[in-house]
């Protein structure tokens, strides 16, 4: 059965809507019960060949090979992350980072 117009335009209407909202920065929003915020951050993947990939994910955190003592608490953007941090796997810099098309969303304490 042929796709009417009306479908494609449908179809296309979402698409960019999902496109549209991909493309969001990350939005602090009000957690229930008002002792945290919720964020959507970006996930980030190292693009060094010689990585396993290493994904850096948001809503878990990471190692700071700088601060031992100190990992990287769910919750920090990758924009957020210290200058110095590099791959935990390869020991790349952040410049050798993409963002991905996941986000995730992070319960962060006030």
């Known amino acids: ?11 296309l209407c979402t698409a960019t809507a999902l496109v549209a909202a991909s493309a969001l920065p990350a939005q602090p929003m009000a957690a229930p019960g008002g002792n945290a915020v919720v964020r959507r951050l970006r996930v980030w993947q190292c693009v060094n060949e010689d990585c396993e990939p290493y994904i850096y994910d948001p809503s878990i955190g990471a190692e700071y090979t700088e601060d031992e ?4 608490p769910p919750g920090v953007s990758f924009a957020e992350l210290p200058e110095d941090w590099v791959c935990p796997v390869c020991a ?5 980072f993409l963002p991905t098309s996941t986000w995730v969303e992070v319960a962060v304490p006030v």
């Open 1 to 11: 059965m042929p796709l009417s117009r009306r479908s494609v335009l449908l179809g």
């Open 69 to 72: 003592n100190n990992p990287i």
């Open 92 to 96: 790349d810099p952040k410049s050798h």
